[in-house]
């Protein structure tokens, strides 16, 4: 771990110097529009930072309800990301085959949500 400042903070001034200096001094098209491409990914960086292990953590254990598993949680981020790569592929074949659980429909429009407030809470607002 560093000190100030840490993963977040640099992608934020990151982002900013790009949006602020470089974007203002663009005239190619093609380069204006990877800029913005770069500073919209900078932007969720920044909120994956910020929000992500919660909701990866929310999302297994809304999937482990669902699907009836009692294990505990584990704390590892990338253990969790692996659970529910797990347990997302046991809900797709049990919707596949029929088997759907009561309560799929709420944990899959949290889920989406949740996944929108990383990749793009714009898109998130403007349906609510």
Known sequence: MQDRPHAAELAEAVREFIETEVLPGIDDPRLRFRTLVAANGLGILEREIA?????????VGSLARLLGHADALPDDIEELRRRAGDLNR?????????????GTLAHLLATVA???????PRYLERYR
């Open 90 to 102: 046991e809900l797709a074949l049990r919707i596949r085959t029929g088997d759907i659980p009561e």
């Open 51 to 59: 929000l992500g292990a919660p909701l990866v953590r929310r999302e």
């Open 114 to 120: 949740d996944k929108l407030r990383v990749a793009s």
